[in-house]
């Protein structure tokens, strides 16, 4: 039976600031991230997101709580996780003398590394990443977008068996951002497990399995994408831009219309499915013009939205 990629228990950690109170970034954070699964964490800037892929990979020990990674202690453990996991963040930082293959070729000899090995390892992933004609380039010379594609080649290196990607697509352009997502999803096809923080929503919903929400070190919320949009009730949204007189008071009695909002020539309702309650609002149109009517259904930026309240 395989075992979890992440089993955490009562997780906490703080940190003490000079002159200032401990400040507590993570509050008893239990999680369990199946192998295999593409695993999401979502929230504000400060919600503990980059402090628990920092716990997560053994680059630093939470104050309380237990952590098995692959099954194993991350405590006592921690030098046999290392060699099975690896991690990309959004601010890369590599020797700046060095060439992009140079790098490599150093991060692969720290991975134990020799040899027709080392030189396999680093000539695969200059290529599924595209930097062949960037391999003379020293790091400091790099644009923005470079440095993350290398960050991800050197997190590839190894072949880990769970991989942190921290903003793994900030800087980068959409064409290359997307064959990121790409290789994603190629990794999550091959067994591997894939802990992922992000503020891009859109990306978050096409690529994670299950996704955490942080808000101010907890946990308020953990599902699918689609569950976390029942859960929330967010309703697809229909909104009616239209010319004449509309009674619209009838339909906030309505039970499967969530909310009503009106203003002057336009109508915004948020409904729990629209095909059935879209025939109810147009009849209060009746006596007006309706000139656009658009359905959208709820993503996660709205349960993003909803949950950072």
């Given amino acids: ?47 503990g997101k980059t402090t628990l892929i920092s716990i997560f990979s053994t680059l630093i020990y939470p104050d309380r709580g237990r952590l098995k990674v692959l099954g194993l202690d991350s405590r006592k453990s921690r030098d046999a996780i290392r060699k099975v996991i690896n991690i990309s963040t959004a601010k890369p930082n590599f020797p700046w003398s060095l060439t992009v293959r140079e790098n490599l070729r150093h991060y692969a000899m720290l991975y134990g590394m020799y040899g027709p090995e080392l030189s396999r390892a680093v000539a695969d992933v200059m290529d599924a990443f595209a930097l062949e004609e960037y391999r003379d380039v020293t790091f400091e010379d ?21 991989l942190f990607l921290d903003e793994p697509t900030t800087g980068l352009d959409p064409e290359m951002a997307n064959k990121t997502r790409q290789l994603v999803r190629s990794i999550h096809e091959d067994g591997i497990s894939v802990v992922l923080s992000t503020h891009y929503m859109p990306e978050a919903e096409v690529l994670c399995d299950r996704i955490a929400f942080l808000r101010k070190g907890v946990v308020v919320a953990l599902d699918t994408p689609q569950n976390l949009k029942g859960h929330l009730r967010l309703g697809e949204r229909v909104v009616i831009v239209y010319e004449g007189p509309a009674d619209l008071s009838r339909l906030k009695e309505d039970p499967g219309i969530m909310s009503v909002k009106s203003e002057p020539g336009r109508a915004e309702f948020v409904v729990d ?37």
Wanted: some cysteine; glycine content about 6%.
């Fill in 142 to 162: 790099l644009s923005t977008g470079l440095k993350q594609r290398l960050a991800l080649a050197k997190a590839m290196l190894n072949r880990p068996k769970l």
């Fill in 1 to 47: 039976m395989d075992v979890p990629a992440i089993e955490a228990q009562g997780l906490c950690k703080s940190y003490k600031s000079f002159r200032r109170p401990r400040s507590v970034v993570l509050k008893d954070i239990s999680l369990k991230i199946e192998p295999g699964e593409i695993f999401g964490l979502l929230g504000p800037n400060g919600s």
């Fill in 273 to 309: 499915k629209s095909s059935e309650s879209l025939d109810r609002i147009v009849k209060q149109f009746s006596k007006a013009r309706i000139k656009d009517i658009a359905v959208k259904e709820p993503d996660l930026e709205d349960v993003f939205l909803e949950l950072a309240r």
